[in-house]
């Protein structure tokens, strides 16, 4: 039976670790780095120098806009890696002492990088930034009540479709799940080839998204002790409702960034996408010129009226526990977070910001690449930002997304589909909890 969620959420539900989580936790996490005497060389009318690890390029154009306004406080972006290979850097680098100021923190890795001591708290120093963000948002970079890092992107589910495809098929934009299906089999009747989308069943940022959606909760805490959730009916079936599209042909199963994905997206073959916002970049920087205008977003379709949106992706900036410059550090990142300037200037090169200043700045501005022409792009995306489920992430959500998409790997092979693979995920999550030491309620 389809769970559905409501429009009524709990304010600030947070990622809330229980002190003897957190207790036991930082047991098991041996060789945490110490936080330095704080130190500042502003006084002395020499500029205060930080390095920021990030692999972000919208970032570094905003970091150009802060050097050339801020001469006290110098900031230098090091491109070291990427989302997945960055974090396992910086715990090594700043365990030794020798980390950045400052490095880039996808959310789903704040938990960890609190817990482990690599992020500081700066939960005395956020004052009133919070009005600044969406509640859902704010709560990414918090566990336990205490904030490790700013939220500087967000990634909000929306639906990427060709207008041009749709009509020859004489579809509407569908506006709840089974309209989608409806939309599929109208364009599978096309019989040019063309598909209603490339679904990357693996990738776990994806498929939890779109489970949020539908109430799902991967991980939540009670009564100080872990529970995981990745087996229950709401993920069960959003997963039995895209094997059925794969099964019957509605759409394709293959991963993203291939180069036959390239090309199909090149030729016109792909009708629509789900997917968090930075994908208008990612389609842009692949899509047939000619074609950018005929992409157009719209909400993403929900199971039941008043669904949120999920969160696919996003990053937060969190300060090194190592740092010698919390203070200068911090004056730097709420100017990343929250100032319209540093806002426009990662839009620009295609981040969405998680700032609701930002969002709204954008809203009245007008939409070049893809989806150009779409007057009303930014204002859709804001209201997509404006209602987001609130997620919690675990501190093994890193290792649980890849033994997920092993796990889908070999049951798909097997001919169970994604939701063959979601107990042994879960079975994989508890365990892999224990071994770190963690209190779990299974």
């Known amino acids: ?19 003897a989580a957190v207790a036991i936790a930082s047991l098991a996490l041996a060789g945490c780095a110490a936080t330095p005497e704080p130190e500042s060389t502003k006084a002395s009318g020499e500029p205060v120098e930080l390095t920021y690890w990030t692999w972000s390029a919208p970032t570094v154009a905003a970091i150009d806009i802060w050097n050339a306004t801020h001469p ?11 989302a997945e290979s960055q974090p396992a ?48 948002v704010w709560d990414l970079v918090n566990v336990d009540g205490a904030t490790y890092g700013v ?25 709840t799940w089974d309209e989608y299906r409806e939309t599929a089999e109208k364009i599978a009747a096309l019989g040019n080839g063309t598909t209603m989308t490339v679904f990357p069943a693996s990738n776990f940022s994806l498929f939890s998204g779109l489970t949020q959606q539908n109430g799902a909760q991967w991980w939540s805490i009670d009564d100080g002790e872990w529970v995981v959730d990745a087996d ?59 074609d950018l205008e005929k992409w157009r977003i719209a909400p993403l379709p929900v199971w039941s009226e008043g669904d949120p949106n999920g969160f696919v992706g996003g990053s937060a900036a969190s300060i090194a526990a190592s740092t010698k410059h919390p203070d200068e550090a911090m004056e730097f990142l709420t100017w990343l ?40 792009y930014y204002r859709i995306l804001e209201k997509i930002a404006a209602d987001t ?46 071994r770190s030491g963690y209190p779990v309620a299974q």
């Open 1 to 19: 039976m389809r769970t559905t969620v409501t429009s009524s959420r709990p304010a600030r539900p947070a990622i809330r670790l229980m002190s």
């Open 89 to 136: 850097k910086v715990i090594a680098a700043v365990k030794a002492g020798e980390g950045p100021d400052i490095f880039h923190n996808e959310y789903l890795s704040v938990p960890s990088m609190a817990l482990q001591e690599i992020a500081l708290d700066i939960s005395d120093r956020v004052g009133d930034m919070p009005d600044a963000f969406t509640e859902s």
């Open 337 to 376: 977070a929250t100032a319209p300037e540093a806002s426009a200037a990662r839009s620009t090169v295609g981040e969405y910001p998680a700032a609701i200043v930002g969002q709204e700045q954008l809203s009245g501005s007008p939409k070049n690449g893809l989806a150009k022409g779409q007057d009303d």
């Open 232 to 290: 229950s009916p709401a993920q069960q079936d959003v997963a039995e409702y895209w094997d059925a599209l794969v099964d019957d042909g509605l759409v394709q199963q293959a991963p993203w960034y291939t180069p036959e994905w390239t090309q199909q997206i090149v030729d016109g073959e792909i009708a629509t996408f789900v997917g968090g916002a930075w994908l208008t970049t990612t389609i842009g920087l692949r899509a047939a010129k000619p």
């Open 389 to 434: 489920a609130s997620v919690t992430w675990a501190p093994n959500t890193p290792s649980v997304s890849i033994a997920y998409q092993d796990e889908v790997g070999r049951s798909m092979q097997a001919g169970t589909g994604i939701a063959g693979a979601l107990e042994p995920v879960e079975e994989f999550a508890v365990a892999d909890l224990k």
């Open 72 to 82: 006290d406080i110098r900031v230098t972006a090091v491109d070291n890696g990427n």
């Open 151 to 175: 939220p500087v992107d967000v990634a909000p589910m929306a639906f990427w479709y060709r207008e041009d495809i749709l009509a020859a098929a004489g579809a509407e934009v569908p506006t």
